[in-house]
């Protein structure tokens, strides 16, 4: 088969999906439109699909209509054909990163490429468990056969955030198309292009209708998707209040659902820590590159008062040498907020904290004065610092480049406050003390825990949270057999 191969122009891929979705193969105009920005510049880098209730419901038929011959096609065909799309996407990678910069404001260099290739490394992950779709022999009676199989749900309606679309899309639907399930997404309208990208590149080698993707508002095109009677599965990623409302659109139907939701994360830096790498872990950990719109940002990190002065200084130091700019510069470590709405929300709440009697702000890096960049929405990174327990910075998601900095000496006081948080889903401890680390990752109320370090989303490490963080895990086998399959006990009895 040969590899399809996307325009290698940024611009000439976006105008090639403007005004379109992808149902069945085939761009379809929609009949309205939407504009997509670059934040970087407030320049409009094309009109995107607005799609309406209509065209909605006219991809999901399509993907029902797919469902019968790609659920027989066998689990391993199915792989065969899935790893053949994640090589089509390696072979266009940098276009793709480079439109996802244009649309998303992060960095090229720090961001985009590396989602680019972690998208891809979960379609390889995923490809590869098609053999893995296994039922289960039940010894019930001696003188019968029982079994369980797993069959795919039906048609799948994946709907995706701005922050890190691409990856969180692979989640989604790697395993769903494996599984045996047909697919229609929901691009992000403020981050649509390098969505339609790939599944274009997905859509050309797996058969006509299996995997689609639309755009447009949520309420227009969102709401719509997840009440359609042909849906079988609603898979989310975005803010909790929506989550909430696809929660209660999935329950009107009874069909399964999987959240991933917001979060509050901890980092706990003990004593005993190295400290060069908890600095490093802080950073990466917040996702100051990606001006931390990110659900497992270490937004509250706690460090033990013994080394309170060492990390605050190497922290500064760190974040000082971040350079904040154009996201296209290979120079850059930081890019933008994504739109005007979100920068005032991050600023709302570091207003807050400047109101509060005795608190400290602190920010970070250079702003960039280049004249050809908008500047409203390049925030510095940014600490705060003497806020009472119950505040809003404490208590609610930021979702911008805004950490919480407190010192502690009481271990058990400390951890309660880690746990005081409706969220549950990371966290990190960092000590070199065994018996620290798994005490501490016992009592953590959060489904992601690690011990001295602060990765991303990694294939093949379960990933999801507890309480208000959402339902449900992804990146894993277990995830694929648990959300996009359903068990089929059968009993066989000739006596």
């Given amino acids: 088969m040969t590899t399809p191969v996307l325009p290698h122009s940024p611009e000439a891929l976006i105008a090639t999906y403007e005004g379109v979705n992808l149902v069945g ?7 309205a439109t939407l504009p997509v920005m670059n934040p970087a510049t407030g320049a409009q880098i094309g009109l995107a699909a607005a799609s309406d209730e209509a065209e909605t419901a006219a991809a999901i038929e399509v993907a029902a209509a797919a469902f019968p011959a790609w659920s027989q096609t066998p689990a391993r065909a199915r792989g065969k054909l899935v790893a053949e799309a994640a090589r089509a996407l390696s072979a266009n990678a940098e276009v793709i990163a480079q439109v996802l910069a244009r649309e998303t404001g992060k960095a090229i260099r720090t961001e985009c490429r590396g989602e680019v290739a972690t998208a891809i490394d979960i379609l390889e992950f995923y490809a590869g468990l098609g053999s893995e779709l296994k039922g289960e022999t039940v010894p019930f009676h001696p003188r019968s056969l029982t079994t369980t199989i797993r069959e795919p749900l039906g048609v799948v309606g994946a709907i995706l ?13 790697a395993p769903a198309l494996v599984a045996g399930n047909t697919v229609v997404v929901k691009a992000s309208e403020e981050a ?5 990208a790939m599944v274009d ?8 209708g299996t995997v689609n993707v639309i755009n447009g508002t949520g309420p227009a095109c969102g709401a719509p998707l997840c009440a359609h009677p042909k849906v079988a599965k609603i898979t989310f990623t975005g803010s909790e209040a929506v989550g909430q409302a696809v929660y209660e659109a999935a329950a009107k139907k009874i069909i399964p659902v999987s959240l991933e939701l917001g979060g509050k ?27 931390g719109q990110s659900c497992t940002a270490a937004s509250r990190i706690y460090v033990h008062a013994d080394l309170m002065e060492p990390f605050l200084a190497q922290l500064t130091e760190a974040l000082e040498k971040l350079k904040i700019g154009d996201p296209l510069d290979e120079a850059t470590d930081v890019g933008t907020i994504i739109n005007a709405k979100q920068a005032k929300v991050i600023r709302d709440f570091v207003a807050k904290a400047e109101e509060t009697p005795g608190a400290r702000v602190l920010r970070f ?11 409203d929405l390049f925030l510095q990174p940014t600490l705060l610092m003497d806020l009472p327990a119950d505040h809003p910075c404490i208590q609610q998601e930021i979702f911008g480049p805004v950490a919480y900095l407190e010192a502690w000496t009481d271990y058990e006081e400390v951890m309660a406050k880690a746990n ?3 969220y549950g889903l990371a966290a990190s401890v960092w000590t070199t003390s065994l018996s ?3 005490d501490s990752t016992a009592r953590l109320n959060a489904g992601y825990v690690q011990v001295n370090q602060n990765l991303t989303i990694q294939p093949n490490v379960s990933y999801g949270g507890f309480g208000r963080s959402g339902l449900g895990k992804e990146a894993s086998l277990e995830a694929m057999l648990a959300h996009f399959t359903r068990s089929k006990t059968i009993v066989l009895n000739f006596d």
């Fill in 25 to 31: 193969g085939a761009k379809v105009p929609a009949a």
């Fill in 161 to 173: 955030p701005w922050n890190v679309p691409l990856v969180l899309m692979m989640l989604k639907i």
């Fill in 192 to 196: 649509p292009f390098a969505t339609f």
């Fill in 201 to 208: 590149l997905i859509a050309r080698i797996l058969p006509e």
């Fill in 265 to 291: 994360s901890p980092m706990i830096v003990c004593a005993d820590a190295d400290l060069g790498k908890a600095v490093s872990g802080a950073i990466s950990g917040m996702r100051f590159t990606r001006q």
């Fill in 365 to 375: 890096g250079q702003l960039p004065e280049d004249n050809d960049l908008s500047p």
């Fill in 420 to 422: 005081d948080t409706h």
């Fill in 436 to 438: 620290t680390a798994l």
